[in-house]
């Protein structure tokens, strides 16, 4: 089994295994190192928060997940999909060991919580029901367009990052579908913001605009600001949301990373100093989803990945843990978020691919002894 890597030092490895397949998936990666300024907060752990549990059985507002109070199951498989010969999904490269194993690379949740899956082998979005019935088959050939990199939604419409190296020169661009399937707008993406300037993504920002994800997230850039000037230095780095804007900093070995708002600072500590954030969605009232890597041995490398929610209050009240241990191969979206705050995971296995649930605890304990606790601590800066 392939235990996946998220650490700077395959950055390189990764990115150039996509340039000469031409049709690999395009890997999410941890930040490389980014270096600002922060003054000094006064950091208050997050668990020591005094807010009252939640009721599970009330209705949640929108974007908040269940938080349960002892730390039980990691997660619940909602549907498997058989992986074969004479299957609807195969992988390539599993019988081949000089070649790396590739298939499906990306998940979606449409607004009726149905799945919208990536199948980058057939070069396809698939779209599954909340039971796991096949329901619709998009055929991106038909679009004219070739390997999907990354798949986000909003609202009623699918966007796709799309990397293609065959095509001189190099195809870069996000295109915009219909749920279902009719291609609506295609917006290239300039030179100085490709693979080897650090993409490796695309977000969607509260309102509605496309975003680079550069480096693993650790820089954020509106697609519409660059195409209007290409001078990263002039361009707003930074997810959007509310007249606010959330910075990543990931500044390398031995210094803590940290998400910078306007007047909060969110922190985490990392084990063996490897590992980084990035935003994994963000809603209009101040919520968001954060996911903190952790290299927790630098032996064996083990990577701890959780998801954590920030509530509207700015403070963090749950956490899960994603078993990429478990996975077969690397998924380059292998997380998303619905409006309702369910965490949904496309987790491939050797012969099936499930679509599985995070659940979230209010804290839980580190992956293996000794390593630090997955926690985010959070400091809220003087007027």
């Known amino acids: 089994m392939q235990t996946r890597l998220r650490i700077p030092l395959l950055l390189a490895v990764l990115f150039l295994s996509v340039l000469l397949a ?24 997050s668990h020591t928060s005094l807010i009252p549990p939640s009721p599970t059985f009330l209705a949640l507002p929108i974007g908040m997940p269940i938080i349960n109070d002892r730390p039980d199951d990691l997660y619940k498989t909602v549907f498997s999909i058989p992986v074969g010969e004479n299957s609807v999904i195969q992988y390539r490269g599993g019988d081949n060991p000089n070649m790396e194993i590739t298939g499906p690379n990306a998940i979606a949740v449409l607004p009726d919580g149905s799945f919208m899956i990536a199948d980058l082998i057939a070069n396809r979005l698939l779209h599954y029901d909340k039971t796991g019935y096949l329901l619709n088959t998009i055929d991106l050939y038909e679009l004219g367009i070739v390997n999907v990199a990354d798949l986000r939604i909003q609202g009623d419409m699918l966007f796709l990052l799309e990397i293609s190296l065959n095509f001189s020169p190099p195809r870069y661009r996000v295109n915009q579908l219909s749920l279902t399937g009719i291609l609506v707008a295609t917006h290239d993406i300039p030179e100085g913001f490709h693979i080897e300037n650090g993409l490796t993504g695309i977000a969607i920002d509260c309102e509605g605009q496309i975003v680079l994800e550069m480096a693993g997230g650790s820089d954020l850039y509106r697609l519409e600001d660059i195409q209007r000037n290409s001078d990263m230095t002039t361009v707003p780095n930074g997810y959007q949301c509310d007249n606010r804007i959330y910075q990543i900093i990931n500044p390398g070995p031995q210094k803590p990373p940290a998400i910078v708002t306007n007047d909060v600072i969110y922190e985490t ?9 990035n935003i994994l969605d963000m809603f209009g009232d101040g919520s968001f989803f954060v996911l903190r890597e952790d290299v927790v041995n630098g032996q064996i490398i083990q990577v701890d990945l959780t998801v954590h929610y920030i509530g509207s209050d700015m403070v963090s009240q749950g956490v899960a843990r994603a078993p990429i241990d478990e996975a077969y191969y690397y998924i380059m979206r292998d997380i998303a978020v619905t409006t309702q705050g369910d965490v949904f995971m496309l987790l491939p296995r050797h012969y099936s691919l499930d679509v599985i649930q995070l659940n979230f605890y209010r804290e839980i304990e580190p992956l293996i002894p000794g390593s630090i606790p997955p926690e985010i601590a959070i400091s809220i800066s003087s007027p």
């Open 22 to 45: 031409g049709c690999s998936p395009i890997p999410s990666a941890t930040p490389v190192p980014h270096t600002a300024t922060i003054s000094p907060p006064t950091i208050i752990p």
């Open 269 to 277: 500590q990392l084990t063996t100093g490897w590992g980084g954030f």
